[in-house]
């Protein structure tokens, strides 16, 4: 069993900052990506940044120069640090994991449960 717990949500005024963490533990063999999606309200989800074990990170075009990615493989965690926050950045923002679990065939996606960011006055 896998599980991706997320942290660091919250209320911040336009242009602050956030930083959200997330760990994965369990039946873990191989995370080959980690990273953060983000859902808006009537909006589909979307991809905010994701990083491989190659060390490839793809950032959604609304958050290059302003949100960072980090990884550390060997706590299975990644974070991400978003300034210069605005309003459009409200979502629900999601962990995600592509796990091989011992034994499994293949990789599989993983999510956390969520944490709301909410950018406001």
């Known amino acids: 069993q896998v599980q991706l717990v997320e942290s660091g949500g919250g209320l911040v005024q336009p242009g602050g900052s956030l930083r959200l963490s997330c760990a994965a533990s369990?039946?873990?063999?191989?995370?080959?990506?980690m990273g953060w999606y983000r859902q808006a309200p009537g909006k589909e989800r979307e991809l905010v940044a994701v990083?491989?074990?190659?060390?490839?990170?793809d950032y959604a075009d609304s958050v290059k120069d302003r949100f960072t990615i980090s990884r550390d493989n060997a706590k299975k965690t990644v974070d991400l640090q978003m300034n210069s926050l605005e309003p459009e950045d409200t979502a629900v923002y999601y962990c995600y994991a592509k796990i091989l679990t011992p034994g499994g065939v293949r990789s599989q996606d993983y999510w956390g449960q969520g944490t709301q960011v909410t950018v406001s006055s």
């Open positions: 990083r491989t074990n190659g060390g490839r990170i």
């Open positions: 369990g039946s873990i063999f191989i995370i080959s990506a």
